[in-house]
């Protein structure tokens, strides 16, 4: 899968391939994908919808991964006004349309995420170096933002490799200041696996109080282990699980910690801003600690942060299914306690899918780093079938030995 993600071969491109795409859409891309065409995501997002979950995030997955080839590559990028302008202009135009295309999909509610990578080499080198967007794909942007907001849809602006985040938060935190005003537009995604986490967090909470927007966050644990620096990670899994369900409590109670500290280098100030959080995580004890504050804070009467739970199409479906059930009897009891006049005290999950559309070519990054991330599930899954099967045999023997006396 590696290679077939990472090579330049016609032959092993799925989009020029017949037989490969056929194999991929028979095996992973319609476990974890939505579909190439309208039609197909549609259905796919009602199936979804139907089966109680209050909406999803949709993604075009187009996008680049940076390799030394695509550093090399984009090196060589000039500023616009050269000859090459027409090119970029075009691979910005197929992104925009692309994503408008998501937005199109969707419904009210919905959640949009955004590859700003997808948007080709001018937007890669620009991110890359940590510079605002060139004017042409400042407008692309602000025309994506536009039809979210005009439609009522969310955009999530995905984190990606550590060598443009930099750049990614810079471009997101542009478009929280102009459109997280009087509702919230635009996300940012927050990696707890690397060590800097809190403290740009921390320092983005600190420009929307300063700034009066809301910090829209989605929050996960990464995506980029292969790729991203190691120094730049926590040495232990406890040490990432620590630091999201630190930064999740931080947020849902709208208070720094010694974990995070409020940023003092924007006027020292430690009061929280508004926030609206995206809870993305496949740990069941990550989900059940977010529940478990929400409903304390409910019951206790405190307001609570407007909050979703997401899980990946095609991953963590016991997690999503409980979130579900959740949902479900909470609703059973508000029914019940409606008619004494008495208040919520269960907090019910907004449960979302996440998911990407777009060609099996397309798509093939994504479920890249889909297989990678589950190989770890799948040795605990065969490690657990193993000791099954280890425990079954002996109690057999057991049995056996019992029986012959």
């Known amino acids: 899968m ?60 187009r996008e680049v991964v940076v390799g030394q080839k695509e550093l090399k590559g984009v090196e060589t990028v000039v500023e616009e ?81 550590h060598a443009v985040q930099a750049g990614i938060d810079a471009w997101t935190l542009t478009f929280q200041r102009r459109y997280n005003r009087d509702s919230v537009v635009v996300f940012g995604t927050y990696q707890a696996y690397l060590k800097s986490c809190p403290k740009v967090l921390a320092e983005h909470l600190a420009l929307a109080q300063q700034e009066g927007f809301t910090l829209g966050v989605k929050l996960v644990r990464g995506a980029y282990f292969a790729t991203d620096p190691r120094n730049l990670i926590w040495d232990t899994k406890g040490d990432t699980d620590a630091t999201y369900d630190g ?20 006027n020292g100030s430690a009061t929280f801003p508004r926030v609206s959080v ?62 004494t006049g008495n208040v919520r005290v269960v907090d019910v999950p907004k449960a979302y899918k996440y998911l990407v559309w777009g060609s099996t070519g397309e798509c093939m990054k994504y479920l890249l780093r889909r297989a990678e991330e589950n190989r770890d599930a799948m040795e605990r899954t065969r490690e657990g079938r193993n000791a099954l099967v280890r425990e079954l045999w002996r109690r057999l023997k057991q049995e056996l030995r019992l029986g012959a006396g």
């Open 2 to 61: 590696s290679y077939v993600a990472r090579s330049s071969s016609p032959f092993l491109n799925p989009d020029r391939n017949p037989a490969l795409s056929y194999f991929l859409k028979q095996t992973f891309y319609p476990h974890f994908c939505a579909g190439r065409s309208l039609v197909e995501v549609r259905k796919t997002l009602r199936g979804l919808k139907d089966m109680g979950y209050a909406g999803v995030c949709l993604c075009y997955a």
């Open 81 to 161: 006004g050269s000859s090459s302008v027409a090119a970029t202009k075009q691979e910005i135009e197929g992104w925009k349309i692309g994503t408008l295309k998501t937005i199109q999909m969707t419904s009210s509610e919905d959640f949009v995420a955004v590859k700003l990578t997808g948007a080709g080499s001018q937007a890669l080198h620009s991110l890359l170096h940590n510079l605002p967007p060139p004017p042409s794909l400042f407008a692309a942007i602000t025309e994506i933002c536009d039809a979210a907001a005009s439609k009522g849809v969310r955009l999530l602006f995905d984190a990606e490799q």
């Open 247 to 266: 930064l999740a409590e931080c947020l849902f109670t709208r208070s720094y910690s010694s974990l995070m500290p409020a940023a003092t280098n924007y």
């Open 278 to 339: 995206v809870l993305a995580s496949h740990n069941h004890a990550s989900v059940r600690k977010a529940q478990a504050i929400r409903t304390k804070q409910l019951q206790s009467g405190e307001k609570s942060v407007d909050t979703v739970y997401a899980q990946l199409m095609g991953m963590a479906d016991e997690v999503s299914c409980e979130l579900l059930q959740a949902g479900r009897e909470a609703a059973k009891s508000d029914l019940r306690l409606g008619s």
